[in-house]
């Protein structure tokens, strides 16, 4: 077996000199808006390639440029109808003695020097392109600047995009009574570009002067055009809260949440094989240009791919009587528990489960059955579900919802089962807007009444099912398993994570609701805390993080946070100080989910999916970790989880409790790839925000299941 990861070092020695100016700022916009907006309209005007450096706050470019000209330029931005530079940008200096960081090298490399090639990498994609009857897959190569052990590099990523054949003006030609907010888009005028949400409808371009203020932006030709050409009954919309567009310069991008809106129902995983026969000749465009080398691969860089026996990782879990196993996957773990029994069993052996059903012409004796099977034959429980419903609720409105809930409250069951399909919303939508599923766990959770949301497609499927049970188990009282070699290293691990809202009605104020999930060290599950509060800016009243974690749970333990995202320096200074007052050590991980390059796992001439537990060594504080377990009939090649620790705690230490607490899961339907720590940690903190928690701040059960 060898590793490769689609990552690539950079050959330093090849590239240009590069210069550093800095900006003179002022106003409300942050560096990062600034430099952003300017880097673009620098390299329109002189040429040569530049890039935003983030980490220290400079533009780099390979184009020197005199004073003079910059002193040209700044006057000229400064005079634009759009103020953006005339009050966010006092000045721009050449800096002699700045040099690029090795991240801002890769960066330059991957979204500067690379983009010299990016038609090159298009043309070579495009033969994979798929064309539906109403939609078109496309695959898309995504670039980001690395560093790996010191030294600059850059990942080449494959993803695919669905793109609706009908443009925005023409989707609300034929559909002129759907609501649109929400909806992904894309720039027209610029092929292959990201993805922006419709925020807000501005209103017609030809009243009060839109037009007008639309074309004192810096346009492109093609875009000036079609706003010149917009009739004047045309909408505009804003995207991601700040950019304006005509209707008829926006694509439509299909997101997974968004598939059954636009009666899609394509799989876009990629396997492994594929996967690298579409990364590899874009490789290959890259490396032309001299500017990165071959993949880093445990062949020629073992020192870089430890695996999971080397951070102490086992799989082995603890269930009924004490019994120890090992599942062989992930889809294994439910017969274990019928094979010896729960870990901690409720003391109550009578369960009463009431049932709301949003699509009553789908049967639920598949269902029904298996829960006497499952929980009544084979452990033991006494059940009852007909006396109680199912409750039909066809055409579910928030009204409906809530008589529905008040109907089955009143006879005190020990959990709700709600059959809603995600065209009704799972949960896991991003926006402000309330789904059905939203209304439904809010009124459970204030009858303060354990509920849990099934998918109408996985009521026969098998591998589902079983999970459904251990979300029931798990909402009941009962424990299933727990990790069979408790962490060594910690008292306490905790999943925190904090969601940001900003409030509709003033731009200044941000809605912040706070979580942490505590287990103990053998994964079983303590209690969570919930705290909120209203701010200014981003900052988290230190308060709030103290509320999460109080004296009574905390003093005097060694606890282990995974971060879900990035964790703010505000945060960790408040929590280091709070550790200091109770005596309690802190130790911080952070569990970074999205964006990451994919690790394979070649055997000759075949390419496989990377294994569990396969890893890659960024730095010594830093690593990429494959923690899913995909079967083999699923084709999709896992997204690894980039995790990062923080000294005194240590990369291999924060790397096995992460793995570990994969394997604590009690109700998902899939092979999950995060931590039980942060997994969900989105979807928690974005009902919290929205008011969708239970009544108590503190509870024992992980309603969130």
Known sequence: MALFVEIFPVNVDVLPELTAYQLALTGSLSANEVGGKLRYRLQNKFGGHWYWDSEHKCLLTDKLVSDKQIDQTLQALWSETDKTFQQNLEGISYVPDLHPSAQGLARFVAHALLQDVERKIEETLAAHRQSKDTYSINLICTRFGWVVNGQPAVSLSIRSNIDFKDDLKGFMAKRPKENILGLYVTDKTKPFNSAMEITKIVGKIGENNRRRRLLAYDLNAEMRQLVLNAPDDELIVETSGKYQYVVSALGLRVLNKHYDRFGISEKLQISSARRKDYVLPVAKVAQETGLIGGAYNSSSNLSLFPDGKAIGYSAALRFGDNQVATPRSFKDVFPSVLKYGLYSPAADKKIKIAILNTKPQISLDPLKNN????????????????????????????????????????????????????????????????????????????????????????????????????????????????????????????????????????????????????????????????????????????????????????????????????????????????????????????????????????????????????????????????????????????????VRAHSPFTLEQALHSVLSLTLLHYGSVRPPRLPVTTFYADKISKMASKGIRPAALDGNIPFWI
Do not use: C
């Open 371 to 642: 829960l006497r099977e499952f929980l009544g034959n084979k452990l033991g429980y006494e059940l009852t579900t007909a006396t109680i419903g199912p409750v039909d609720v066809p055409h579910p409105s928030p009204v409906e919802i809530e008589r529905a809930v008040n109907r089955l409250a009143d006879q005190q069951p020990n959990i709700i089962l709600a059959i809603i399909p995600r065209e009704y919303g799972s949960g896991e939508d991003e926006s402000d807007d309330w789904t059905t599923y939203d209304y439904f766990k809010y009124y459970a959770l204030n009858k303060n009444l354990q509920s849990q949301v099934i998918q109408p497609s996985t009521i026969s499927n098998d591998w589902a099912v079983n999970n459904i049970m251990l979300g029931i188990l798990a909402k009941t009282g009962n424990i299933p398993f727990v990790l069979a070699n408790p962490i060594p290293y910690a008292d306490l691990i905790v999943g925190l994570d904090v969601s940001r809202r900003k409030k509709r009605n003033n731009p200044g104020s941000i809605n912040t609701a706070a979580i942490a999930k505590i287990y103990l060290t053998n994964g079983q599950f303590l209690h969570y805390n919930i705290r909120d509060a209203t701010v200014e800016g981003e900052t988290i009243p230190r308060n709030v993080l103290q509320g999460i974690f109080p004296v009574e749970t905390f003093q005097n333990k060694r606890v282990v946070i995974h971060r879900d995202g990035n964790l703010q320096e505000s945060e960790k200074a408040d929590l280091l100080a709070w550790g200091e007052e109770i005596g309690a050590e802190f130790y911080f991980v952070e569990v970074i989910k999205s964006g990451n390059p994919r690790i394979y796992d070649q055997h000759g001439k075949e390419t496989r999916k990377a294994p569990k537990g396969s890893i890659f060594k960024l730095s010594e504080t830093e690593a990429l970790l494959v923690s899913s377990e995909y079967p083999d009939t699923f084709e999709a090649t896992p997204q690894p989880v980039r």
